[in-house]
């Protein structure tokens, strides 16, 4: 039953906070006392088995603050490994470019989600830095079977080849194609979604991201569309190929002012993207959500595991450009060094990285996607390809990505350190 | 050697336990929350046990969130958006924010409203807007300024309004289009909670609420109501509030990362669902049917706080009745009107009389309370008519007017235009509180009566109140669009092109327009 039924009062809602127990008088209750012997025992038992006193041992907490990655220190099995090493990640969350323009005072470590986060957080330290990349993640868009199927109708999408007669989870898209129906203000209905769904969507096709001055999947979505515009290449490189006369005379500039209505169509900002993409609400809150692969690849997996088929509503664009991210563990101290450390050398670790959809490197090389590709198989969900056509959106150097980035979010400055 | 063992462990046991309680102690969180979120009172317990963190929560947040500096560890709003969007204008530092249930906006109609304005396509925010013009339907609604859901209402409905496919900008609010919506306004409160008690007494005072979906099943839950309302999730999109818990103090963040741990577990959130009606923002938990209906599409949040504020402050203190709007139309009857251009005129007036069947024209429409009057000009005024908008005859009367009203020869802009101001003139001299406007349509050049510079030097001598009267000029076909767009600037209106579009396109353009 709801409790609406009390009568509002502005009194109640005071919680009694606890009163202070008077420590003098502190006794142990009965049953305590004639369970002592029994705890002493057990006590005894564990320290003679040589098990050692575990709980009471030092248990180092390692701050740190995080933004999508945090998907992987929160992980229950993660956290256990970490424990047979003694660390316990208190994950402090924002943004990947919040954590690098904001105080990292009192953090362990800092993990960006991407370069050109880290990249800051690097410059402003005083000293050398471990860090670890322990593995990459393309950048994709999350959306649901009806919405991908009006963009292949419309010609933007294409979806990949299965074998198997399975629906396909996975679609190739065409950013500048994508990009011309957003230009174009076409709304869903527009381009045929009523007549592809039961559900209608008089909304303007856009993508729904979180904070550009804030997080890295919008930064980096941000350099996708800057490459697209700027003719296939990043802007800022070389002078551009038409002599266009109408700009501001900085080429940067002119790309950010051409991107930023792309972004910015979609209102307000919302962080956790990936967060309301899955959830149950999810296709209402927004038809195209950006995310990242592993974070689609870990949920069909769980899925998978708790319903014992693939969630097929939930299916992933995969843009063409495409960029990688490649998330960076910095560590900010003698305990962050246990961790970096840790992430570089535990087999464990990075074992459970690739079930959690990361792609892994292994020694450096290239070799990151079969070890995933042969885990989805063995759990019976498709396996993508990510980028078939191979073309990759080079990121702007960084000095041009933040004048992007702060153009079209109009953001705070950056690299400050403690903006608060 | 053993002895010492044993006394080592008593030490190490006791220290334990009072480190515990001792910890324990300084674990309460105090917490500014939205009124609405009291239904999460009875969880607090189960957590303090589960956690050992206290919640001491005040049930007093405002939509601004407005919190005085270190009074408050975390804040739990029914939405951040407002909060978040000041900050970042003043450039402070963004909390780290927790969604932790989500509820749409929604609006709910008592069984009987339902049954009459239903017309078997699902509803739209249009149909309310429109259904509140014409007075069928009297609606209850949080005020904007202080409650959250009000605000959150609001935006939904203008989005809902400007009709864009994307979030409000500042040109889709520079004129306020829901003054027909607004009409059918009856009840209000500070909070939703305010609002819905206020309705559980005067259950005739409004036939709709528009709160989030969660208080209105629990309203319908709780059997105060002679009927439940029906829950109506409206086609063109409603706003979701995500009821976030925010860290303000980022001392506290490892007893607030507990609290949030423990709240978006997936047993909590479904005892939240089913304490509080709200959705999980968990995937896969089960919930209650009435929460298993798909909400439609979430609307934009418009990006600038200048948007948000510009449409409370055209909607106003909602709860002081509001004077209508008074328009005089000066529509140019000479006989180049004839044929097309007349039958557009007559369309655009049947359209604003209720008979547009687009969302634009449910938002734009002649609404209960507001005063029109048509004045037919050719050499000279031909014909004067005004009407306060009451039912469907008034609006007939005027639409007789229109459609009746023969031509005659020449066309005096200036002249017409003089005896608008001069009907302002005398609306102000009466002390008339209703903001008045000018609409002039014309599609041919002055050729009679005064000279531009003659009705200017005319106005100039009005008293203020007359001279505050915006005139809105719908150049049609010749008509000289560069004096009109003097008299638009002069006026503090604006010209709205009907040569591009349709008359009732340019009419629907001006509407609301101050």
């Known amino acids: ?420 | 050697m053993r002895r010492r063992a044993l006394a080592a462990c008593l030490v190490v046991l006791a220290t334990t336990l009072a480190a515990c309680s001792e910890g324990k102690e300084q674990r309460t969180l105090r917490v500014l929350a939205s009124p609405e979120l009291a239904d999460i009172k009875p969880l607090l317990r189960d957590l303090e046990e589960d956690t050992g963190v206290t919640l001491d929560v005040d049930f007093t947040a405002t939509a601004d969130l407005d919190v005085p500096p270190g009074s408050y560890d975390l804040a739990w709003p029914a939405s951040d958006r407002s909060y978040l969007l000041r900050l970042r204008e003043e450039r402070r530092r963004v909390p780290e924010s927790t969604a932790i249930m989500r509820s749409p906006v929604v609006v709910g109609l008592t069984p009987a409203t339902a049954r009459r304005i239903t017309t078997g396509k699902p509803l739209t925010w249009a149909d309310i807007a429109d259904a509140a013009a014409e007075g069928t339907v009297r609606f209850g609604m949080p005020d904007p300024r202080r409650s959250d859901t009000g605000r959150a209402a609001l935006v939904g409905v203008a989005t809902a309004a400007a009709g864009t496919g994307g979030a409000l900008r500042r040109k889709d609010v520079s004129c306020d289009r829901l003054r027909g919506f607004r009409s059918g306004q009856t009840l209000t409160g500070a909070s939703s909670r305010e609002l819905i008690d206020t309705y559980v007494r005067r259950q005739g005072a409004a036939d709709a609420l528009i709160a989030h979906e969660a208080e209105l099943l629990a309203l319908n839950a709780g059997r105060k109501l002679k009927e439940p309302l029906t829950i109506v999730h409206p086609a063109d999109g409603m706003v979701l509030s995500d009821f976030p818990l925010l860290l303000l103090d980022p001392a506290r963040h490892e007893p607030y990362r507990e609290v949030v741990d423990w709240l978006r577990r997936d047993d909590v959130q479904e005892r939240l669902a089913r304490a509080t009606w709200r959705r999980p923002v968990g995937a896969d938990v089960p919930r209650p049917p009435e929460l298993r209906a798909p909400i439609g599409n979430a609307l934009s949040y418009p990006d600038q706080l200048a948007v948000v504020r510009r449409l409370m402050d055209n909607y106003g203190d909602p709860g002081r009745r509001r004077a209508g709007d008074h328009v005089v139309f000066l529509l140019d009857f000479s006989p180049s009107m004839r044929g097309a251009r007349m039958a557009d005129l007559r369309a655009a007036f049947r359209g604003l009389s209720g008979a547009d069947p687009s969302a634009a024209g449910k938002f734009a429409r002649f609404y209960r309370g507001e005063r029109i009057t048509v004045v037919r000009f050719a050499g000279r005024v031909l014909e004067q008519r005004t009407v306060s908008v009451r039912g469907a005859g008034g609006l007939r009367r005027l639409n007789d007017v229109v459609a009746g009203g023969g031509l005659a020869p020449d066309t005096a802009v200036w002249s017409a235009l003089d005896h608008g101001y001069r009907l302002g003139a005398d609306a102000v001299r009466d002390g008339d509180q209703r903001p008045l406007s000018i609409v002039l349509m014309t599609d041919g050049e002055n050729n009679t009566g005064m000279s531009y510079g003659e009705f200017a030097r005319r106005y100039a001598r009005l008293p203020a109140g007359a001279r505050a009267v915006p005139t809105f000029p719908v150049p049609f076909g010749e008509a000289d669009g560069r004096e009109l767009r003097r008299a638009a600037d002069a006026t503090g209106g604006r010209v709205v092109d009907a040569g591009s579009s349709s008359l009732s396109q340019a009419f629907k353009e001006i509407r609301g327009c101050r």
């Open chain 1, 1 to 420: 039953m709801p409790e609406h039924a009390r009568p509002p009062s502005v009194e109640e809602p005071r919680l009694a906070t606890r009163r202070p127990a008077a420590p003098r008088r502190r006794r142990l209750p009965r049953h305590v006392l004639a369970a002592l012997p029994l705890a002493l025992a057990g006590l005894l038992a564990l320290l003679v088995s040589g098990n050692a006193l575990r709980p009471f041992e030092r248990i180092t907490t390692i701050d740190g603050k995080m933004a999508s990655k945090s998907d992987f220190f929160k992980d229950p099995q993660v956290r256990r490994l970490l424990l047979k090493h003694g660390i316990r990640v208190e994950i402090h969350r924002l943004g990947s470019r919040g954590i690098a323009t904001q105080s990292l005072a009192g953090m362990d470590v800092a993990f960006p989600s991407g370069q050109p986060a880290a990249r800051l957080i690097m410059q402003r330290q005083q000293r050398t830095v471990k860090s670890a990349r322990p593995f990459v993640t393309p950048l994709v868009l999350g959306t649901f079977r009806e919405y991908a199927q009006t963009l292949a109708a419309a010609g933007v999408a294409r979806p990949q080849q299965v074998t198997g007669g399975e629906d396909t989870l996975y679609y190739d898209l065409d950013m500048r194609k994508f990009l011309r129906l957003i230009e174009e203000r076409k709304t869903w209905n527009g381009i045929g979604y009523e007549k592809r769904s039961e559900r209608s969507n008089s909304g303007r096709v856009l993508v729904r991201t979180s904070s550009v001055c804030e997080s890295n999947a919008a930064g980096t979505y941000l350099s996708i569309l800057a490459f697209v515009k700027n003719g296939n290449q990043p802007p800022g490189s070389e002078p551009r190929p038409k002599g266009d006369a109408a700009g501001s005379g900085d080429p940067v500039l002119d790309v950010a002012a051409e991107v930023k209505p792309l972004i910015n169509l979609q209102g307000m900002a919302a962080d956790e993207q990936a967060d309301s993409y899955f959830s149950d609400e999810g296709e209402s809150i927004a038809p195209v959500s950006l995310i990242y692969e592993h974070q689609f690849l870990a949920h069909q997996v769980a899925h998978r595991e708790r319903h014992q088929r693939q969630d097929t509503r939930r299916v992933l664009l995969y843009p063409s450009p495409q960029a990688l991210t490649e998330p960076q563990l910095i560590s900010l101290g003698a305990d962050g060094d246990r961790l970096t450390d840790l992430m570089e050398t535990d087999e464990e670790l990075r074992q459970r990285a690739i079930e959690l959809g990361f792609r892994v490197r292994f020694s450096g090389e290239n070799g990151t996607s079969e070890q995933l590709n042969a885990y989805l198989r063995d759990h019976h969900v498709q396996v993508p390809v990510p980028n078939p056509d191979q073309t990759k959106a080079d990121a702007p150097d960084l000095d041009a990505l933040e004048r992007i980035i702060n153009h079209v979010g109009s953001c705070p400055p950056a690299g400050k350190g403690g903006v608060s």
